[in-house]
T-cell receptor
């Protein structure tokens, strides 16, 4: 029944060692989002894909990249994780945001990243 | 710049009490507002979505209202239960083509048996 799936649920990486987080969806939504949520803070959008079009937020560090090889999958790559990148990473999907009446974001369970 | 504020940051109530969580936003140019629940260390579960043209939405013991002109929303929880203990986040979707959500920092609710 899971609609937005994130793997792994917990990830430990070393300072500076590249890491990839995975998100998949069974909803066939054309938009996928990545949010970063640090402890006791609000989720903050990093970037999103509208179909194959990548849209970066202005204040997202260059250290964060994303790939979307097909409709179902989206990856978050952190090239050189720092201690400040430890956070919960949330993937979300939605239908076309131009279709206002049908718009709702569905979130996955998140991946908690620890940087040692 | 849109900002979303939730007050109080934390709330503790005895079981059975009715309660109201508050959310305010600075720019009324929004498509909709969404309330989420987040359990410790978990992802977000959508509770209610209110379109900008709507005044309220109900689901079970939950009722959310929206007053767009004043930049306010409330989430009413009736007959609270210990299982309602969680962090509740509100998020607005501003007018834009991205579908981006702007979140408040949440209200952490504890319902004591």
């Amino acid at each position: 029944d899971a609609m937005v799936i994130q793997n792994p649920r917990y990830q430990v990486t070393q300072f500076g060692k590249p890491v990839t987080l995975s998100c998949s969806q069974t909803l066939n939504h054309n938009v996928m989002y990545w949010y970063q949520q640090k402890s006791s803070q609000a989720p903050k959008l990093l970037f999103h894909y509208y179909d194959k079009d990548f849209n970066n937020e202005a204040d997202t560090p260059d250290n964060f990249q994303s790939r979307r090889p097909n409709t179902s999958f989206c990856f978050l790559d952190i090239r050189s994780p720092g201690l400040g990148d430890a956070a919960m990473y949330l993937c979300a999907t939605s239908r076309d945001p131009y279709m206002v009446s049908s718009y709702e974001q569905y979130f996955g369970p998140g991946t908690r990243l620890t940087v040692t | 710049k849109q900002e979303v504020t939730q007050i109080p940051a934390a709330l503790s109530v005895p079981e059975g009490e009715n309660l109201v969580l508050n959310c305010s936003f600075t720019d009324s140019a929004i498509y909709n507002l969404q309330w989420f629940r987040q359990d410790p260390g978990k992802g977000l579960t959508s509770l209610l979505l209110i379109q900008s043209s709507q005044r309220e939405q109900t689901s079970g013991r939950l009722n959310a209202s929206l007053d767009k002109s004043s930049g306010r929303s409330t989430l009413y929880i009736a007959a609270s239960q210990p299982g309602d203990s969680a962090t509740y986040l509100c998020a607005v979707r501003p007018y834009s083509n991205t579908g981006k959500l702007i979140f408040g920092q949440g209200t952490t609710l504890q319902v004591k048996p």
